[in-house]
């Protein structure tokens, strides 16, 4: 990629772009409205990957009770894929985590989504556990960790 990739806080104007995202990736993806209300529930843990002024991914984080983060979502744009740009979104989500306290970082991934999963665990994340039956289809999901701190 030629260009500067800019990775900033979600806008509302960016919810289309990120939605168009979400359904090229994912069978069961996010309804318009849920990824609206995610902005306005997390307003700067929700953050898009721009690249000439086109946004081509996005990550959402959530913090659950003052120690935990969660994951909820990342996605890249099918043809910006494996050119670093998730690396970079979850760089700075895990960034903006540790600046807030958050100890540990939680994320459910397909057991069958390899690319995903080698991006954590290069991120450091470790797998610790299966649930079954986890999305729509009835694939179960690896719940991956990452600890960033031992207080």
């Given amino acids: 990629m030629g260009s500067k990739l800019i990775i900033r806080p979600a806008t509302e104007q960016d919810i289309k772009a990120v939605y168009?995202?979400?359904?090229?990736?994912?069978?069961?993806?996010?309804?318009?409205?849920?990824?609206?209300?995610?902005?306005?529930?997390?307003?700067d843990l929700f953050q898009v990957a721009v690249l000439d002024g086109k946004i081509i991914g996005y990550v959402i984080g959530v913090i659950r009770?003052?120690?935990?983060?969660?994951?909820?979502?990342?996605?890249?744009?099918?043809?910006?894929?494996?050119?670093g740009?998730?690396?970079?979104l979850m760089k700075r989500l895990i960034e903006l985590f540790r600046n807030r306290g958050?100890?540990?970082?939680?994320?459910?991934v397909r057991v069958s989504n390899t690319p995903a999963r080698k991006l954590y665990e290069k991120l450091g994340f470790?797998?610790?556990?299966?649930?079954p039956n986890y999305y729509i289809d009835g694939e179960p999901c690896l719940v991956m960790v990452k600890r960033l701190s031992y207080e």
């Fill in 20 to 43: 168009r995202i979400e359904r090229s990736t994912f069978s069961d993806y996010y309804p318009y409205g849920l990824l609206l209300a995610y902005l306005h529930m997390v307003r």
């Fill in 65 to 83: 009770r003052n120690n935990l983060g969660h994951i909820v979502n990342i996605a890249v744009d099918p043809q910006f894929r494996r050119k």
């Fill in 85 to 88: 740009v998730g690396t970079e």
């Fill in 102 to 108: 958050v100890k540990l970082i939680r994320l459910e």
């Fill in 126 to 131: 470790t797998s610790e556990y299966i649930i």
